[in-house]
Nanobody, 125 residues
Framework: QVQLVESGGGLVQAGDSLRLSCTAS????????LGWFRQAPGTEREFVSA????????YYADSVRGRLTISTDNAENTVYLQLNSLRPEDTAVYYC??????????????????WGQGTQVTVSS
């Protein structure tokens, strides 16, 4: 089992930045991928970014590419999502997720086994 806890959300103004954190505990040695999803009220969950737990290339959805950066700190068992140039449409609950299976591509939104509780990001105009 893997437990994930997100933090770092908040209320910001358009153009501001935030850094979200997701700290993993439990069987972290078995994690293959970490991903970030978001869900705004009344919408479906959107897959925004993913990275291999041991580092390397990252994936970004077209809607966020160029404004978000995902990174990992294996020593701290933490994955970060740096959000820059925030827009009101970025308002959502942001969730991190992890999986054990190394066969899924980074661009795939399926196959995630564990989820955090989410952290709210609200961007005012």
């Amino acid at each position: 089992q893997v437990q994930l806890v997100e933090s770092g959300g908040g209320l910001v103004q358009a153009g501001d930045s935030l850094r979200l954190s997701c700290t993993a505990s439990g069987r972290t040695f078995s994690i293959a991928r970490l991903g970030w999803f978001r869900q705004a009220p009344g919408t479906e969950r959107e897959f925004v970014s993913a990275v291999r737990w041991k580092g390397g290339a990252a994936y970004y959805a077209d809607s966020v590419r160029g404004r978000l950066t995902i990174s990992t700190d294996n020593a701290e068992n933490t994955v970060y999502l740096q959000l820059n140039s925030l827009r009101p449409e970025d308002t959502a609950v942001y969730y991190c997720a992890a999986d054990h299976y190394s066969g899924w591509g980074l661009a795939s939104s399926i196959g995630y086994d564990y989820w955090g509780q989410g952290t709210q990001v609200t961007v005012s105009s």
